[in-house]
């Protein structure tokens, strides 16, 4: 099955502990992009990239960091920077000819 | 400029009605009009998508009305049903630009 996959579900960060976020994509899309959903703020992009080795940064990015070594993963990294990180993350990619974003199932991270 | 108001924030329709829900952008170069749906805790998924050159796109029960003059669009539920219950959003892109900016959701609840 074709699709993007983020993990882990639930995530738990304690305070100043830098956290890593999943995202794994096989549907050969070239860009890749992270959200972060708040409760009646819609979307925010924290980061995207439209080729490996290659990443922009979006509205939010402060306190994130991300890497993309290889076409199908973008990981975000959560650091101790991020003051406020309890929030619902989106990854999300796209064909680079397309304007169509597809979304994994989302990574709920909460503060301990 | 890069902003997409979207309204009403929340809405409540009765099994059987038209649910509305309404969307403005001020940047003329947006010419992508995605509707996404999403279904608590799950990601958003693409239901229904328009570009500039016609005023109406219809798939099933949903319609997507689009006035370029007014620059607005609006996304139409006919026979609303208790499963359409979810969060909506709508969403803009300019062509090649690889960003959506989604509005800030409406949660629909239809009423059995």
């Known amino acids: 099955d074709g699709g993007i996959t983020q993990s882990p579900k639930y995530l738990f960060r304690k305070e100043g502990q830098n956290v890593t976020l999943s995202c794994e994509q096989n549907l050969n899309h070239d860009a890749m992009y992270w959200y972060r959903q708040d409760p009646g703020q819609g979307l925010r992009l924290i980061y995207y990239?439209?080729?490996?080795?290659?990443?922009q940064k979006g509205d939010i990015a402060e306190g994130y960091s991300v890497s993309r070594e290889k076409k199908e993963s973008f990981p975000l990294t959560v650091t101790s920077a991020q003051k406020n990180p309890t929030a619902f993350y989106l990854c999300?990619?796209?064909?680079?000819?397309?304007?169509?974003?597809?979304f994994g199932p989302g990574t709920r991270l909460l503060v301990l | 400029q890069q902003q997409v108001k979207q309204s009403p924030q929340s809405l409540i329709v009765q099994k059987g009605g038209i649910s509305i829900i309404n969307c403005a952008y001020e940047?003329?170069?947006?010419?992508?009009f995605p509707w996404y749906q999403q279904f608590p805790g799950k990601g958003p998924a693409l239901l229904i998508a328009i570009r500039p050159d016609v005023s109406e796109k219809k798939e099933g029960r949903f319609t997507i009305s689009f006035n370029k003059s007014a620059k607005q669009f609006s996304l139409h539920i006919m026979d609303s049903q208790p499963g359409d219950s979810a969060t909506y959003f709508c969403a803009a892109s300019i062509q090649g630009a690889q960003k959506l900016v989604f509005g800030q959701g409406t949660r629909l609840t239809i009423n059995p």
């Open positions: 999300a990619s796209s064909n680079r000819l397309r304007e169509t974003q597809y």
């Open positions: 940047n003329t170069a947006f010419d992508y």
């Open positions: 990239s439209q080729i490996v080795n290659d990443f």
